[in-house]
């Protein structure tokens, strides 16, 4: 599967549901896009009777855009981690910290992902921090194989001034060949890296609902 020919990651935000947060016109107004793949890939390392258990493999696959459509960075990294879960933070984990060295603190961050537990977490997680009005539909479960991993995901949340996460399928996830083919894609590291602020911000436009978009002032 290759990684070219996908649609942009803002597309991709715009025509995916936001777990547990509502999906205004203004939201795919991303100063930032991030979609991140975590894939766990069991293989045979010899013998499994005795002392010899079966070996593990994978990777993680990140892509970040600017709401324009420019491509920061992409990155196709092997990894080993315990199950396919825990990979998907891990994935998530490495995406944000790599963001947070090329964009300011008040950055709006759209996050795609293809998991639907973490999906979940993540908006949870900024309803109950960024003084939503709204309390979080459910408590957050994380796996506890992930470690640290949740924390640093959640510092990165808070770090930024608005996250929200889309909940995309994984045959639509552009992450989802670079976590899955490391090996395959390890050119997409030595990219030049790109430091790109949007050519406009979030905040300077406001779009209608689509119900709205075409119809005329009503008339008194």
């Known amino acids: 599967m290759a990684a070219y020919g996908r649609p942009t990651l803002r597309d991709l935000f715009d025509e995916s549901p936001t777990p547990h947060i509502a999906h205004p016109p203004r ?29 593990e493999s994978g990777g993680l696959g990140v892509v970040i855009e600017t709401l324009d459509g420019e491509r920061v960075v992409r990155l196709s990294v092997p990894d080993c981690a315990p199950d396919n879960n825990v990979a998907e933070y891990r994935a998530l984990h490495l995406g944000l910290d790599v963001l947070a060295t090329r964009a300011p603190d008040d950055a ?6 293809d998991h639907d537990q973490l999906a979940e977490n993540v908006n949870a997680e900024v309803l109950a921090t960024h003084g939503s009005a709204y309390d979080p539909p459910h408590g957050i479960n994380v796996p506890p194989a992930t470690g640290l991993h949740w924390r640093g995901i959640q510092a990165r949340i808070n770090g930024f001034e608005e996250v929200r996460a889309a909940r995309i399928a994984s ?25 790109l602020r949007p050519e406009s911000t979030s905040s300077e436009e406001r779009v209608p609902p689509p119900s709205r978009a075409d119809r005329g002032e009503a008339s008194d």
């Open 27 to 55: 939201s795919h107004h991303r100063d930032f896009y991030i979609a991140t793949d975590g894939s766990f890939r069991p293989h045979s390392g010899g013998p499994v009777n005795g002392d010899r258990t079966p070996t």
């Open 108 to 113: 709006r961050v759209g996050l795609l992902i």
């Open 171 to 195: 045959d639509h996830n552009p992450a989802h060949p670079l976590a899955n083919a490391p090996d395959q894609y390890d050119h997409v590291n030595a990219e030049p890296d790109r430091c």
